[in-house]
């Protein structure tokens, strides 16, 4: 039995969730419905660990849009994000063994040649292939995204979160380097990189982004993820004063009190649809495969990987 059809046999999801189906001009198709429902069933797992001991989160990024614009995912999402204020953070990343196979909690410190600095809850029966990183070894599951959330002086804050984003990337061009068959681009990244231990520069992000919370600033920020910039990710503390529940696909969850700040500051006029032409797929890098594990997907991958190089390719 895959794991959507375990996913339709908890009921969960309504029963024509999983048909492929045009949503604002977009189309979505039936594997992509199958990552939906998969993400939707970590979402649902991750809510059940939270809600027993407690912990606060919401929905973040283009997970918060799509729940307020669409009433669930983008049509042209493909992952799903969540953030927890660091306390609530800090106590979920000792609940691992809570989540049974194939559920997996996974940071740096579970897995070995994952250099992210924040949380993926994955689901290990199935592959989201991220090509870059296929030769570290670390488990490529379908995954939702769990990042904490830091106090945060955007006035001082500046260099702070510039060597926080520099970090970010020295680890992200670290997991590239096992890759003997990167782009040009990524060559490019791997020849600058700096050669610092991706443990002492997670650490050290650790460290920065943390560093603000035993003072209230007023402000917050999603120091793990630096992608679209200090400007976009900094919001006041109030915004996430309040979680609101919020029914996403029929699974509830939370958004943050002021939501329409967060979603303004990153996005500007986000109820604004963008041109159907840039109406696609977000992350182009991954390759899903709902309904295989990532074990036999990767094998899958590198088994193509050789042959390419045995013939020239």
């Known amino acids: 039995m895959t794991e959507c059809e375990k996913i339709a046999a908890k ?7 999983f048909r492929a189906e045009t949503i604002c001009e977009f189309r979505v198709d039936e594997t992509m419905k199958k990552v939906w429902a998969i993400e939707l069933d970590l979402l649902y797992e991750f809510d059940r660990v939270c809600r027993a001991h407690g ?3 919401f929905l973040i990024f283009g997970s918060l849009l799509g729940a307020v614009r669409h009433h669930g995912f983008i049509p042209w999402d493909d992952d ?4 927890m ?3 609530d953070y800090e106590k979920f990343l000792t609940l691992g063994s809570e989540f049974k196979a194939p559920y997996f909690l996974q940071t740096i410190r579970t897995d070995p040649g994952f250099y992210y600095a924040h949380a993926k809850l994955r689901n290990s029966n199935t592959a989201a292939i991220d090509y870059p990183f296929v030769f570290q070894g670390f488990n490529l599951g379908c995954f939702i995204d769990v990042l904490p ?8 804050g500046g260099e702070t979160f510039s060597e926080i984003n520099r970090l970010i990337l020295e680890n992200s061009v670290a997991m590239r380097l096992t890759h003997p068959r990167l782009s040009e681009r990524d060559r490019e990244r791997v020849s600058r990189h700096s050669g610092i231990d991706p443990m002492e520069a997670f650490e050290r992000i650790d460290t920065l982004s943390k560093k603000s919370n035993e003072n209230y600033t007023g402000y917050v920020s999603i120091l793990a993820a630096t992608t679209y910039g200090m400007k976009k990710d900094v ?4 915004c996430f004063a309040e979680c609101i529940p919020c029914d996403y696909h029929g699974i509830r969850t939370f958004i943050p009190k002021g939501y329409d700040t967060v979603l303004s500051t990153t996005y500007g006029d986000y109820r604004q649809l963008p041109p159907v032409e840039k109406r696609g797929a977000w992350h182009g890098n ?9 074990d036999e997907a990767l094998k899958s991958t590198l088994e193509k990987i050789g042959k390419d190089q045995d013939n020239g390719k």
Do not use: Q
């Not at 009921?11 to 969730?17: A, N, V, W, Y």
């Open 11 to 17: 009921g969960i999801l309504p029963e024509d969730f």
């Open 55 to 57: 912990l606060r989160y």
């Open 80 to 83: 799903m994000d969540v953030i």
């Open 85 to 87: 204020p660091r306390d």
């Open 149 to 156: 959330l830091d106090n945060f002086d955007p006035e001082n």
């Open 235 to 238: 919001f006041p503390a109030e």
């Open 286 to 294: 991954l390759v899903f495969y709902p309904d295989i594990p990532y």
